[in-house]
Every structure is written in C-alpha cells, then in structure tokens.
C-alpha cells in the first residue's frame, strides 16, 4: 500500500511540471516571476522537513504526516488548475510543497518495513519507485495535454492525490523499538553530523541544478528551439527514465567505485549535460543533453538519500531525513530563483554554464569528510 502510495505522491506532483513554466508564461510572467513560480514548491520544504522529522521520531508516528503529503498533494493540484495568475500559481505551487515536505515521513514509513541492514536497498526500492512514477507522470502528462489540454494535467493530479490518500489511511505502520530516548542533544548530534551535513550540502549542489534547468528553463529553451508539448513532455520523460536507470545502478556502482566515486561520476555528468545545452538546438541534442543529467540525477540522489540515513539509529531516522531534504530544498528554492534572475539579465545559456558550475562544485565537498564502506 505504502508502495502504491508513494508512486501515486509522484504522479499527482509531476503530471504537469513541464508545462508549469509555459502556464505561467502565458499568465504573463517575466522569466524571474516563473522562476519564484517554481522556487514555491520548496518553501515549504525548507521550512516543514525538519519538524515533520523531528515531531515524527517524537511521537512515534510516520503515517498522519504521509497522510497530509498526499492530501496537499491533491488540493494544491486543484488549485493550480484554476489559479488565474501568476501570483495564485505561487501560492497553490507552495501547497503542493508541503506535499514534498511530507516526502521525509513517506520514505521513513517505507524504510521502517525493512531491518537496519536493508537500508541501501530499500531506499534504492523506494527510489525506484519515485523515478517510474516521475517517468509515467511526464510521459501520460504529454498525452494528456495534446489530448485535453494542460488543465488536465492538474486534475489528473488531483485524482491520483486522492487515491494516495487512501491507500495511506488504510496502509498499517510498524511499531517503533526506541533504543533511547529522544532529546534536543539527539537532534544536535545528528544535525552537526559530518556526513549528514556533506550529503545535504551536495543535495544542494544537485537540486538547484535540476530546479533550473530540467524543471526550469530547459522546457523554455526547447520551445524556443521549436519544441511542441509532447515533445517537451518526451524530454522530461526521457530524463526521468534515465533517472530511474541511475537509481537501479546506485548499489553496483557504490560497490564498485565507493559512495565517494559514484557521487563524482554523477556529478560529471550532470555538469556536462548543463554544460552541452547552450552548444545545441535541435530536439534530438536537447534530449540527449536530459538523458545524462537523468542517468546522473539518479545516481546521485540515490546513493545521498541512502546516506543520509546510514548512520543513524533506526528511531531518529526521521529526523535525519527532514534535515537531509530540508537542506537540500535550499537549493531547490534558490536554483530557479537565481535562474530566473539570471536569464533575465544574461539569457538563458548563462544559466546553463552556471548549473554546469554548481554541479562540479559539489564534488569538492565529498573530499571533506569520511565515507562509510559499501555493505
């Protein structure tokens, strides 16, 4: 059920991502307000990840908070699919950001199924999972547009908001063994934690490159280059696609070349699909350009979620995971914030060679620290 759940969270949230900058282009909006458009959804998870992880270790409790994920899912869908302007897409895009809040207790209510040791393969499971829904989400969404329009895309959200709703009412939720008690200490020694902070760090890095270009400005540098909706909508699914491949290579190649190496081989991959955009114009090199960054983006956020989580009791696993996608979300918030100042007053392409930049910045960040050894 939680399985189920967790694939109807990603299909409410992305049926209509690629065409949330074209929307809010036609209401109007100058390169900058879309990038405040798409920065929204990540208010709230800069500010909810933490309590949601804090308050769900306290009591005990995932579910109630998972509940809400989908409920705001759902109703932040609705809204967005009657918001008559930029500034109440704004507003409805920050409900569903508390949709993504609650992704810290949908993806520690599925970890709490599986013993300590299956952590790694439960998170890539679970990233799995996000990466398929992200895949039909995107691809159906395409069809959905050519088919009904790009309004349909948000009611289509609002559907599979509900049924994730329902099927987390019904899910049950393990009992918790608490090994000691939870205290402000604890939440310190997690949060000055040297691992859990580099992982989040380099979440960053990763976050504010794919909230800029693939959820940002790379829809809008397609349509300027003569891409229509479905082929935008074959884009984002490709790279999601991808994506998901990258999720199922995470264990082998963190096994192969350490957690430390697959990190940096994600990276360089991201950087150069950034870095390749500005240098083509056709659909086939833009398309190219998103199967690389997907492949690496998958890598990437599977190996750090799996981290994240590694080193930490099973009790405050939470905790760990709000901070981990609280700090992350910076860069989800500040990515297309920053891109859309940046295209107003450079262009596009400098957006892109600024990604490329961010995204091999963050590999000198996992030299600060130690890795842990691949079980």
């Not at 859309?340 to 590999?363: E, K, Y």
Request: with cysteine; aromatic share 12%.
């Amino acid at each position: 059920m939680v399985t189920v759940a967790t694939f109807s969270l990603w299909l409410s949230l992305y049926f209509y991502v690629p065409y949330l900058p074209l929307r809010a282009l036609e209401l109007g909006a100058s390169n900058t307000v879309i990038g405040l458009v798409i920065a929204s959804y990540s208010i709230a998870q800069v500010s909810l990840r933490i309590p949601i992880g804090v308050t769900s270790d306290l009591i005990g409790k995932r579910k109630p908070f998972a509940v809400l994920a989908l409920a705001s899912a759902a109703l932040g869908a609705l809204w967005l699919a009657y918001a008559p302007t930029p500034t109440q897409m704004f507003f409805a895009r920050s409900v569903t950001g508390i949709a993504g809040a609650g992704w810290v207790a949908v993806s520690v209510l599925y970890a709490s199924y599986f013993t300590a040791e299956k952590t790694g393969q439960a998170m890539s499971r679970l990233m799995f999972v996000n990466g398929l829904g992200l895949v039909l989400a995107t691809f159906v969404g395409g069809v959905i547009s050519e088919l009904w329009g790009t309004n349909a895309t948000f009611l289509a959200g609002v559907i599979l908001g509900v049924v994730g709703t329902i099927l987390l009412l019904l899910a049950p939720e393990p009992t918790l063994q608490k090994t000691e008690p939870y205290s402000m200490q604890s939440f310190l020694e997690i949060l000055n934690h040297p691992l859990v902070l580099i992982v989040s760090i380099v979440g960053i890095t990763t976050q504010f490159v794919s909230f800029a270009t693939s959820f940002g400005f790379v829809p809008i540098y397609a349509e300027q280059n003569g891409a229509t909706d479905a082929d935008i909508g074959f884009i984002t699914t490709l790279m999601f696609a991808m994506s998901m491949v990258g999720t199922l290579c995470a264990v082998p190649c963190a096994r192969i070349f350490g957690y430390r190496g697959a990190i940096v081989l994600a990276a360089c991959l991201i950087a150069l699909a950034a870095f390749m955009l500005p240098f083509t114009h056709t659909f086939f090199g833009i398309a190219f350009s998103q199967l690389l960054n997907g492949f690496g983006r998958g890598l990437i956020n599977a190996v750090l979620i799996t981290l994240s989580v590694l080193v930490v009791a099973p009790n405050k696993r939470a905790t760990a995971m709000g901070i981990y996608q609280a700090l992350y979300a910076i860069g989800m918030l500040s990515g297309p914030i920053i891109a859309g100042l940046v295209a107003d007053w450079s262009g596009i392409n400098t957006v892109f060679f600024l990604c490329t930049f961010i995204s091999l910045a963050g590999i000198a960040f996992t030299h600060l620290t130690k890795m842990p050894k691949v079980e």
